[in-house]
Protein backbone atom coordinates (compact mmCIF):
# COMPACT_ATOMS: atom_id res chain seq x y z
CA UNK A 1 0.00 0.00 0.00
CA UNK A 2 1.51 3.48 -1.13
CA UNK A 3 2.60 5.64 1.61
CA UNK A 4 0.29 9.08 1.19
CA UNK A 5 0.94 10.61 4.41
CA UNK A 6 4.29 13.22 4.90
CA UNK A 7 4.75 10.99 8.67
CA UNK A 8 4.75 7.96 6.91
CA UNK A 9 7.39 9.55 4.51
CA UNK A 10 9.68 11.05 7.15
CA UNK A 11 9.43 7.24 8.69
CA UNK A 12 10.92 5.70 5.70
CA UNK A 13 13.80 8.41 5.40
CA UNK A 14 14.98 8.20 8.99
CA UNK A 15 15.00 4.32 8.41
CA UNK A 16 16.98 4.99 5.19
CA UNK A 17 19.87 7.07 6.52
CA UNK A 18 19.93 6.08 10.43
CA UNK A 19 20.35 2.21 8.18
CA UNK A 20 24.38 2.74 8.11
CA UNK A 21 24.64 3.80 11.27
CA UNK A 22 23.35 0.76 12.88
CA UNK A 23 26.25 -1.55 12.95
CA UNK A 24 29.95 -1.03 11.50
CA UNK A 25 28.91 -3.35 9.20
CA UNK A 26 26.39 -1.49 7.70
CA UNK A 27 28.70 1.48 7.75
CA UNK A 28 31.34 -0.56 5.92
CA UNK A 29 29.06 -1.66 3.21
CA UNK A 30 27.94 1.49 2.90
CA UNK A 31 31.11 3.18 2.46
CA UNK A 32 32.04 0.10 -0.55
CA UNK A 33 28.82 0.92 -2.46
CA UNK A 34 29.39 4.57 -2.43
CA UNK A 35 33.09 4.01 -3.75
CA UNK A 36 31.59 1.95 -5.51
CA UNK A 37 29.34 4.48 -7.20
CA UNK A 38 31.56 6.81 -7.36
CA UNK A 39 34.11 5.11 -9.57
CA UNK A 40 31.01 3.71 -12.08
CA UNK A 41 30.30 7.62 -12.65
CA UNK A 42 33.84 8.43 -13.10
CA UNK A 43 34.28 5.84 -15.67
CA UNK A 44 31.30 6.38 -17.59
CA UNK A 45 32.01 10.40 -17.97
CA UNK A 46 33.96 10.66 -21.15
CA UNK A 47 37.21 12.48 -20.36
CA UNK A 48 36.95 16.61 -20.48
CA UNK A 49 39.87 18.29 -22.34
CA UNK A 50 41.52 21.11 -20.96
CA UNK A 51 40.44 25.06 -21.95
CA UNK A 52 43.06 26.45 -24.15
CA UNK A 53 44.76 29.50 -22.55
CA UNK A 54 43.90 32.42 -23.64
CA UNK A 55 46.59 34.61 -25.57
CA UNK A 56 47.28 38.22 -24.39
CA UNK A 57 46.01 40.50 -26.37
CA UNK A 58 47.77 44.08 -26.45
CA UNK A 59 46.45 46.85 -29.54
CA UNK A 60 44.18 44.27 -31.12
CA UNK A 61 46.79 41.83 -32.09
CA UNK A 62 47.94 39.07 -30.15
CA UNK A 63 51.95 38.07 -29.22
CA UNK A 64 53.66 34.65 -29.46
CA UNK A 65 56.41 34.17 -27.51
CA UNK A 66 59.09 32.03 -29.14
CA UNK A 67 61.26 29.09 -26.94
CA UNK A 68 64.16 31.28 -26.16
CA UNK A 69 62.82 35.18 -26.42
CA UNK A 70 62.79 36.99 -23.78
CA UNK A 71 59.57 37.45 -22.13
CA UNK A 72 57.47 40.69 -20.71
CA UNK A 73 59.19 42.19 -18.20
CA UNK A 74 62.52 41.52 -19.16
CA UNK A 75 65.28 42.98 -21.37
CA UNK A 76 67.23 41.09 -24.00
CA UNK A 77 70.80 42.76 -24.37
CA UNK A 78 72.85 41.70 -27.03
CA UNK A 79 76.42 40.03 -26.21
CA UNK A 80 79.50 42.29 -26.20
CA UNK A 81 81.69 41.75 -29.39
CA UNK A 82 84.66 39.97 -28.56
CA UNK A 83 86.87 40.44 -31.95
CA UNK A 84 90.17 40.91 -31.78
CA UNK A 85 91.05 41.13 -35.35
CA UNK A 86 92.75 44.66 -36.06
CA UNK A 87 91.52 46.36 -38.91
CA UNK A 88 93.27 45.69 -42.40
CA UNK A 89 94.57 48.71 -43.36
CA UNK A 90 95.38 48.66 -47.27
CA UNK A 91 98.25 51.09 -48.23
CA UNK A 92 98.68 52.50 -51.87
CA UNK A 93 101.90 50.57 -53.61
CA UNK A 94 105.12 53.12 -54.33
CA UNK A 95 104.62 53.66 -58.10
CA UNK A 96 107.79 52.01 -59.91
CA UNK A 97 110.65 54.45 -59.71
CA UNK A 98 111.93 56.08 -62.80
CA UNK A 99 114.17 54.30 -65.46
CA UNK A 100 116.53 54.77 -68.70
CA UNK A 101 114.20 53.86 -71.33
CA UNK A 102 115.23 50.51 -72.48
CA UNK A 103 116.00 50.40 -76.36
CA UNK A 104 114.66 47.41 -77.25
CA UNK A 105 111.02 48.64 -76.22
CA UNK A 106 111.90 51.75 -78.37
CA UNK A 107 112.36 49.39 -81.55
CA UNK A 108 109.45 47.21 -80.47
CA UNK A 109 107.54 51.08 -80.56
CA UNK A 110 109.03 51.92 -83.87
CA UNK A 111 108.53 48.46 -85.66
CA UNK A 112 104.84 48.34 -84.51
CA UNK A 113 104.42 52.23 -85.84
CA UNK A 114 105.35 51.10 -89.23
CA UNK A 115 103.01 47.66 -89.43
CA UNK A 116 100.27 50.35 -88.34
CA UNK A 117 100.91 52.30 -90.83
CA UNK A 118 101.64 49.83 -93.64
CA UNK A 119 97.60 49.33 -95.33
CA UNK A 120 98.09 49.75 -98.96
CA UNK A 121 94.13 49.86 -100.65
CA UNK A 122 92.77 46.11 -100.82
CA UNK A 123 94.58 45.26 -97.08
CA UNK A 124 92.09 43.14 -94.92
CA UNK A 125 91.67 43.72 -91.24
CA UNK A 126 93.54 40.57 -90.90
CA UNK A 127 96.40 41.20 -92.85
CA UNK A 128 96.96 44.49 -91.17
CA UNK A 129 97.07 42.11 -87.12
CA UNK A 130 99.13 39.74 -88.97
CA UNK A 131 101.47 42.54 -89.88
CA UNK A 132 101.13 43.69 -86.28
CA UNK A 133 101.13 40.71 -83.81
CA UNK A 134 104.88 40.11 -83.80
CA UNK A 135 104.67 43.99 -81.76
CA UNK A 136 101.18 43.88 -80.02
CA UNK A 137 99.80 42.03 -76.72
CA UNK A 138 97.53 39.36 -76.97
CA UNK A 139 94.96 41.29 -75.12
CA UNK A 140 95.44 44.72 -77.30
CA UNK A 141 95.12 42.61 -80.75
CA UNK A 142 91.83 41.43 -79.85
CA UNK A 143 90.71 45.13 -79.84
CA UNK A 144 92.53 45.96 -82.41
CA UNK A 145 90.62 43.32 -84.30
CA UNK A 146 87.62 45.69 -84.38
CA UNK A 147 89.42 48.61 -86.32
CA UNK A 148 88.97 48.88 -90.63
CA UNK A 149 92.78 49.94 -91.58
CA UNK A 150 91.30 51.94 -93.77
CA UNK A 151 90.36 54.81 -91.41
CA UNK A 152 94.12 54.81 -90.02
CA UNK A 153 94.80 58.22 -91.57
CA UNK A 154 98.82 57.50 -91.51
CA UNK A 155 100.63 56.14 -94.57
CA UNK A 156 104.41 56.31 -93.44
CA UNK A 157 106.68 57.02 -90.00
CA UNK A 158 108.69 60.12 -90.17
CA UNK A 159 110.94 60.19 -86.99
CA UNK A 160 112.26 57.87 -85.01
CA UNK A 161 110.97 56.65 -81.03
CA UNK A 162 111.46 59.25 -78.51
CA UNK A 163 110.66 58.60 -74.69
CA UNK A 164 108.39 60.31 -72.44
CA UNK A 165 108.86 58.39 -69.72
CA UNK A 166 110.16 54.72 -68.74
CA UNK A 167 110.18 52.60 -65.51
CA UNK A 168 111.76 49.05 -65.98
CA UNK A 169 108.27 47.34 -66.49
CA UNK A 170 107.09 50.24 -69.52
CA UNK A 171 107.98 53.01 -71.22
CA UNK A 172 105.56 55.88 -72.90
CA UNK A 173 107.05 56.22 -76.80
CA UNK A 174 106.21 59.21 -79.09
CA UNK A 175 106.41 58.03 -82.58
CA UNK A 176 105.59 60.56 -85.55
CA UNK A 177 103.88 60.01 -88.66
CA UNK A 178 102.50 62.08 -91.82
CA UNK A 179 99.10 62.72 -90.35
CA UNK A 180 99.71 62.52 -86.42
CA UNK A 181 101.79 61.80 -83.74
CA UNK A 182 101.41 58.24 -81.66
CA UNK A 183 101.65 58.20 -78.00
CA UNK A 184 102.41 53.98 -77.60
CA UNK A 185 102.65 51.98 -73.98
CA UNK A 186 104.64 49.43 -74.38
CA UNK A 187 105.45 47.02 -71.51
CA UNK A 188 107.12 43.69 -71.16
CA UNK A 189 105.91 40.95 -70.65
CA UNK A 190 106.92 37.03 -71.14
CA UNK A 191 107.63 37.35 -74.81
CA UNK A 192 109.47 40.70 -74.52
CA UNK A 193 108.71 44.48 -74.90
CA UNK A 194 105.15 44.38 -76.79
CA UNK A 195 102.43 47.22 -77.51
CA UNK A 196 99.71 47.23 -75.02
CA UNK A 197 97.87 50.50 -76.04
CA UNK A 198 98.32 53.79 -78.30
CA UNK A 199 97.07 56.86 -78.72
CA UNK A 200 97.01 60.13 -80.46
CA UNK A 201 99.60 62.61 -78.49
CA UNK A 202 99.54 66.16 -78.06
Excluded: C
Excluded at 77 to 91: E, K, L, M, R
Excluded at 128 to 147: C, H, I, M, N, R
Aim: aromatic letters at 6%; glycine letters at 6%.
Amino acid sequence: MPIRTNRGRAAVYRRLWGWPLRSPRHFTTTLILLAVVIIGVGILLPDSEPLPEPEPRFGGTSQQTSPGAPTSGTRAFAAPSTSTHAPVTSFPQAAPPPAAPAPEALAIAESWGKAWVDHPDGTTTQQWLDKLKPFTTDEYLGQLASVDPRMVPSSRVTGKPSSISATTSSVEVKLPTDKIVLRLTVITTAAGWRVASYTEAD
